[in-house]
């Protein structure tokens, strides 16, 4: 018999890879998916990955206890991936509540609907390296204490913990993975790496001539979400449920990352570049960088694309996308 996975935020980037991913390994993958009042389920990634009529699209939402603990009655899942959240930074200074609501307390709906509806489910958390935070260490491994520095941030702290609790406390095969930032032509374009992608096939289109952005001395550990979904999966393939960084081990400033994606399109990033402090945050995440060795040793993962590899590949994206008759507008608020 196929194994069952269900996944929430399978519309995302990363829900959409591994989705693919698992369709790969000859699983039945379920989603669920949250319904808006204008305009369907936003299944655009699934369609682009070519594997929209191959997944099970259900109607639930991460704030409804109950509509989660009938979809794995439903469904009854051999594994569970939460990858569902408000998942941007920016936006959780805006909407703190609802970012708590969704990203912290949707992680104890889930494990409630587990424990209530099939507790032998094994359950994937998306925890994030933004838990780090005010780093407290050079390099953040699984012992690196945390120090978050927004509100999204908090919130992902509390489904981190609440996932070790619940494995801690009713014995559920519950993972954590800590993933450092991961990007792909997927990527939502109000994140900085595809803000850049976009903005700079958009300058190389003759579309738009500049590209505003804010800290650019911030660095990240960027890896591809196309790797990152196999280390999800390797987690729920272990005998013990337990908690792994992943990320690539090297760090790059916002600059860099973008001066790749100019050079890629034979642009000088000096005559686009402005420097706009309506995209600084109110606290930042100066540098992450994480160590796999531990992902490394324990699940046999490693990262396959380079950030250079990655970048490229997301402005040819870019470049297709604004080259069809009829491309995406840009983004019309300050993101
Ligand atoms: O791409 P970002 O918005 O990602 P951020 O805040 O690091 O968070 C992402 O990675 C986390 C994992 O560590 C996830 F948990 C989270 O859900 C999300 O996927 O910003 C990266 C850096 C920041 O330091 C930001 O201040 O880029 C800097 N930046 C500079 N100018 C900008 C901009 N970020 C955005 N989004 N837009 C700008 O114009």
New binding site residues.
């Given amino acids: 018999m196929a194994k069952r996975a269900l996944i929430t935020g399978i519309t995302g980037q990363d829900g959409a890879y591994l989705a693919q991913y698992l369709l790969s390994k000859g699983y039945e993958v379920h989603g669920a998916v949250r319904r808006s009042s204008h305009g369907g389920v936003a299944d655009h990634r699934l369609e682009w990955l070519g594997i929209r009529e191959q997944v099970r699209l259900h109607d639930a939402n991460m704030l409804d206890l109950a509509s989660l603990i009938r979809l794995v009655q439903e469904v009854r899942p051999d594994e569970f991936y939460n990858l569902a959240?408000q998942?941007?930074?920016?936006t959780s200074w805006n909407q703190p509540i609802l970012t708590g609501q969704i990203t912290a307390i949707g992680v104890s709906h889930a494990l409630e609907a587990i424990r209530i509806a099939k507790p032998d489910t094994r359950f994937y958390q998306a925890s994030?390296?933004?838990m780090y935070g005010l780093i407290q260490q050079p390099v953040q491994s699984e012992d690196t204490p945390f120090y978050p520095r927004?509100p999204?941030?908090v919130a992902?702290l509390y489904g981190h913990w609440i996932t070790v609790n619940y494995r801690e406390s009713f014995g559920m095969h519950a993972s954590s993975g800590i993933?450092?930032?991961?990007e792909s032509p997927l990527r939502g374009r109000?994140?900085?790496?595809r803000?850049v992608t976009d903005g700079v096939a958009r300058i190389k289109l003759g579309l738009a001539d500049e590209l505003?952005?804010?800290?650019?001395d911030?660095k990240?550990d960027w890896g591809h979400a196309r790797d990152y979904v196999k280390a999800m999966w390797l987690m729920l393939q272990q005998d013990a449920a337990d908690d792994y960084v992943v990320a690539t081990g090297t760090t790059t400033t916002?600059r860099d990352m973008c001066a790749i994606a100019f050079e890629h399109v034979g642009l000088d990033i000096e005559e686009h570049l402005v420097i706009?402090p309506e995209?600084?945050?109110p606290a930042?995440?100066?540098v992450?960088l994480g160590d796999p060795s531990k992902a490394r040793r324990v699940l046999g993962w490693e990262p396959e694309t380079s950030l250079g590899a990655m970048i490229r590949e997301m402005v040819d994206a870019d470049m297709t996308r604004l080259s069809q008759p009829s491309p995406p507008p840009a983004i019309s608020m300050p993101?």
């Fill in positions: 959240a998942s941007f930074v920016a994030s390296s933004e927004s999204y941030a992902k993933l450092f930032n991961h109000e994140f900085v790496t803000k505003r952005l804010g800290n650019i911030a990240r916002v706009d995209f600084f945050r930042e995440v100066d992450l993101l």
